[in-house]
């Protein structure tokens, strides 16, 4: 009898370990186009990533460089101080969104370009995305806004 129960322990431990590792893959499996890495201008001029690679830039539109085309489709370069990036974007953009403005767009670098599928514009006078600001003080050019 002992060693029965024994045994039905060992089985029901193995199989949770089981059900464990098999939720952790699918977890895991699940995840993997959610997860997008964040990259300032400097580091995709230094290091582009692959045409395939889904990722987060963010910095400062630059000055002069915000051009509406014919229709929605929208041109403008992302800046960090250091490096800029050329980005596309086709869509409606954000109220907020404008030349000197931290933004963060979410795309593929193809050719050079950033082809943004999704664009994220600051929502108030102080706001900066963390990792826009992050960015912009490693580059020495970051300007904190008044009253912070």
């Given at each position: 009898?002992?060693g029965?129960?024994k045994?039905?322990r060992?089985?029901?431990i193995?199989?949770a370990?089981a059900?464990?590792?098999?939720s952790?893959a699918l977890?895991?499996?699940?995840?993997r186009?959610?997860?997008?890495?964040f990259?300032?201008?400097?580091?995709?001029?230094?290091a582009?990533?692959?045409?395939?690679?889904?990722?987060?830039?963010?910095?400062?539109?630059?000055?002069?460089s915000l051009i509406r085309?014919?229709?929605?489709t929208i041109?403008f370069?992302?800046?960090?101080g250091a490096?800029?990036?050329?980005v596309?974007?086709?869509?409606v953009?954000p109220?907020?969104?404008?030349?000197n403005?931290?933004?963060?767009g979410?795309?593929?670098?193809v050719?050079?370009?950033?082809?943004?599928?999704?664009?994220l514009a600051?929502?108030?006078?102080?706001?900066?995305?963390?990792?826009v600001v992050d960015?912009l003080k490693?580059?020495g050019?970051?300007?904190a806004?008044?009253?912070?």
């Amino acid at each position: 009898m002992r060693g029965l129960k024994k045994k039905r322990r060992i089985q029901i431990i193995v199989l949770a370990f089981a059900a464990l590792a098999i939720s952790t893959a699918l977890i895991g499996y699940a995840m993997r186009d959610g997860i997008n890495f964040f990259r300032s201008p400097s580091q995709v001029v230094e290091a582009p990533p692959g045409e395939a690679e889904v990722f987060r830039i963010g910095g400062l539109v630059e000055e002069g460089s915000l051009i509406r085309g014919q229709g929605k489709t929208i041109r403008f370069s992302v800046t960090d101080g250091a490096a800029s990036v050329p980005v596309t974007f086709t869509g409606v953009l954000p109220d907020l969104f404008g030349e000197n403005q931290g933004m963060v767009g979410t795309g593929r670098l193809v050719n050079g370009t950033f082809e943004a599928t999704e664009i994220l514009a600051k929502h108030d006078e102080d706001y900066m995305p963390k990792e826009v600001v992050d960015a912009l003080k490693e580059q020495g050019v970051y300007e904190a806004p008044n009253g912070s």
